[in-house]
């Protein structure tokens, strides 16, 4: 029986990881559940899991779950509780943003398993998170697809004899948009993507391909291969999720339909796989499988966090908090789609690099950066 | 440093393995060399590679090779010494058709690691030969490019998940041939392979798909799955070498350029992977990659093979003599390129099916089912 806490549990990832959970009941279960604002969901979720433990962001959501049979907290300590709570085995890191960071880096401390799907625990503290979790030998799985599909390509073959890793992008809906069209691109334009159903804020990430600049960092930290040896193809269906080249030209890939409870699966039972219920891929429906070069002209999100990665520092954690403003000031109507690389880098280029040595460094860059954004937003000098 | 004997070190395969030998002096010996009639060549392997043990088909051509410092032998007898030399540590057996079988046979006895290109010895003989394998506890490393990609996609990954195995197949030169030409198709038609270059009878089976039939039933012994799991996928640009479906819906594949020396290098070296400086699988530069159901109308050969795997016994020994010998026909013109299946299954519905536990039993089925195939094709009633 493997005993989990979910950190986001009423997001895209948090449901899709109970529904794994609900199916394999002999296998799994919940210890605690911290999510944001959605209290009825995390209500239905402590009914059917009985968690011991629960938090909310806010206070006043806390109290609305007086009387239920668990310890309910709220806010950075209610999270870090979730996370390091003596009974759980494993802890799935899927609070989308920079508020996953912390209580992460809380959970490897105290020697949990992670399942991480948070995208900026590494993006913001890669170096620092893999360093903990070394020292304190816990195993980080991936639950993003490409990295599921990158960390299985690795498993039994020799990570010394990788050429490079090839990161498989969609390219989101604006892969095709007439390029004078993008700058009046709609937040519903970009959150209408081909072939993932995710949060609004990946999906947005998705469209500018900042979403695959993020996973090339993340991939550099989690397998410890270099920026230089990180390729990014455009593959629009989806299909062979990311791959692996050998030394010898073997290319090494994962597949399936685009559903993340295979890879949330595959990180809650490895080096087991479970049977989940799901179509097999059929290649043979599939027309055919397209791969092309990124267009950075279109997409400058992609060098831009090649460009932090390059720096290292504080400048990928700058990179990231920058890019949420931002992102949060397009689905607000507040900017336009082509003004969020163009914010990103005035963030980035009035940043004074320094050493990521402890979580402090990194959330006063982070902090830093969101002000700075903020102030060139409302400047209107994008 | 790896002691290797070769056997077929003339062919395709022999050659390319030679190739990864000079590559590699500080990992590779050359003990043995088993050859056919290509003397000129086997000659100047020897000058090279320097083999103690050398064995060619006939004396005459044995003879010729007097004086060489080398031990010389011919025929069956020739063939198992080299197979069984003391000082080897590895049998690259790479003979092609059903005079294979044998020696590799021997080679397992005598305990050495087995580098298998020849596809007889486990279509003719595949449980007796992983029995034997187990019980001299003895690695079998696939070196067909389908095979190894299965083999690679399965490295780290838990056998009993598997789903099923897909076989890629490039279709062959006949994939869109007009189907009324398929009669008249001659032996220049069916050579011209449109990926890979081969020796003869193995690219006419390429056209007929017999190959991608023989596959399977290697398949089925190299890695234990029953034949109803094992499917066969068109995929006419040969970068997909196979693939292995596993019970989350994965699917593992391994893809390259289409040179055997990297399936051979990985067989050499298993479990490292050697720096083979070919050029980069580059997707970009591929347009598509496709794929299609086989056509069992144009390609009855591979549901020949598939039957002859589900009856077990000696049938699929029969299937491979009766096929060798129509191959035979076709390349010498004496019959047409659909005469070949109508043959093999005139050949299967004669056959006595009986139990296939010594090799003895296989060969006399193998002879049996040469003489009905020739037989038939004399009297031109097929």
Same mark, same amino acid.
């Given at each position: 029986?493997?005993?989990?806490?979910?950190?986001?549990?009423?997001?895209?990832?948090?449901?899709?990881?109970?529904?794994?959970?609900?199916?394999?009941?002999?296998?799994?279960?919940?210890?605690?559940?911290?999510?944001?604002?959605?209290?009825?969901?995390?209500?239905?979720?402590?009914?059917?899991?009985?968690?011991?433990?629960?938090? +909310? %962001?806010?206070?006043?959501? /806390?109290?609305? =779950?007086?009387?239920?049979?668990?310890?309910?907290?709220? $806010?950075? @300590?209610? *999270?870090?509780?979730?996370?390091?709570?003596?009974?759980?085995?494993?802890? +799935? %890191?899927?609070?989308?943003? /920079?508020?996953? =960071?912390?209580?992460?880096?809380?959970?490897?401390?105290? $020697?949990? @398993?992670? *399942?991480?799907?948070?995208?900026?625990?590494?993006?913001?503290?890669?170096?620092?998170?893999?360093?903990?979790?070394?020292?304190?030998?816990?195993?980080?799985?991936?639950?993003?697809?490409?990295?599921?599909?990158?960390?299985?390509?690795?498993?039994?073959?020799?990570?010394?004899?990788?050429?490079?890793?090839?990161?498989?992008?969609?390219?989101?809906?604006?892969?095709?948009?007439?390029?004078?069209?993008?700058?009046?691109?709609?937040?519903?334009?970009?959150?209408?993507?081909?072939?993932?159903?995710?949060?609004?804020?990946?999906?947005?990430?998705?469209?500018?391909?900042?979403?695959?600049?993020?996973?090339?960092?993340?991939?550099?930290?989690?397998?410890?291969?270099?920026?230089?040896?990180?390729?990014?193809?455009?593959?629009?269906?989806?299909?062979?999720?990311?791959?692996?080249?050998?030394?010898?030209?073997?290319?090494?890939?994962?597949?399936?339909?685009?559903?993340?409870?295979?890879?949330?699966?595959?990180?809650?039972?490895?080096?087991?796989?479970?049977?989940?219920?799901?179509?097999?891929?059929?290649?043979?429906?599939?027309?055919?499988?397209?791969?092309?070069?990124?267009?950075?002209?279109?997409?400058?999100?992609?060098?831009?966090?090649?460009?932090?990665?390059?720096?290292?520092?504080?400048?990928?954690?700058?990179?990231?908090?920058?890019?949420?403003?931002?992102?949060?000031?397009?689905?607000?109507?507040?900017?336009?789609?082509?003004?969020?690389?163009?914010?990103?880098?005035?963030?980035?280029?009035?940043?004074?690099?320094?050493?990521?040595?402890?979580?402090?460094?990194?959330?006063?860059?982070?902090?830093?950066?969101?002000?700075?954004?903020?102030?060139?937003?409302?400047?209107?000098?994008?």
């Amino acid at each position: 029986m493997k005993r989990i806490s979910i950190l986001g549990s009423t997001g895209s990832i948090g449901v899709s990881t109970l529904d794994i959970v609900s199916r394999f009941p002999e296998r799994f279960e919940i210890v605690g559940l911290a999510a944001g604002g959605n209290i009825d969901l995390l209500k239905e979720q402590i009914g059917r899991f009985r968690p011991s433990y629960v938090s +909310v %962001s806010e206070e006043a959501a /806390a109290l609305s =779950l007086k009387g239920m049979d668990c310890h309910v907290l709220h $806010g950075i @300590e209610g *999270a870090i509780a979730v996370a390091t709570a003596p009974e759980a085995d494993m802890v +799935v %890191s899927a609070i989308v943003g /920079a508020a996953g =960071l912390v209580p992460t880096v809380a959970a490897i401390k105290a $020697g949990k @398993e992670i *399942a991480l799907a948070n995208k900026e625990t590494l993006v913001m503290a890669g170096e620092l998170v893999i360093r903990e979790a070394r020292e304190a030998g816990v195993n980080i799985l991936p639950v993003d697809s490409e990295h599921s599909a990158i960390f299985q390509s690795i498993v039994g073959h020799n990570k010394d004899e990788i050429k490079r890793l090839i990161l498989t992008a969609s390219g989101g809906p604006f892969l095709n948009y007439p390029m004078e069209k993008l700058k009046g691109a709609t937040p519903a334009d970009a959150l209408n993507h081909p072939n993932w159903q995710m949060g609004k804020k990946i999906t947005v990430d998705s469209a500018s391909l900042m979403n695959k600049g993020l996973e090339v960092i993340e991939a550099r930290w989690l397998f410890d291969i270099p920026a230089d040896r990180i390729d990014v193809h455009i593959h629009p269906q989806s299909i062979i999720h990311s791959m692996v080249e050998y030394i010898d030209g073997s290319v090494m890939a994962q597949m399936g339909i685009p559903d993340m409870r295979i890879p949330i699966s595959y990180a809650l039972s490895y080096p087991e796989r479970l049977p989940v219920s799901l179509p097999s891929l059929n290649l043979l429906e599939i027309e055919k499988l397209t791969f092309m070069k990124p267009d950075h002209e279109r997409f400058p999100c992609l060098n831009l966090a090649y460009n932090a990665l390059m720096a290292g520092g504080t400048m990928t954690a700058v990179l990231n908090a920058a890019n949420e403003i931002a992102v949060d000031a397009f689905l607000n109507g507040r900017i336009g789609f082509t003004e969020i690389p163009e914010i990103i880098d005035k963030v980035m280029s009035s940043h004074k690099n320094g050493a990521a040595s402890h979580v402090d460094d990194i959330l006063r860059a982070d902090l830093w950066a969101r002000g700075k954004a903020k102030e060139i937003i409302k400047g209107g000098n994008s």
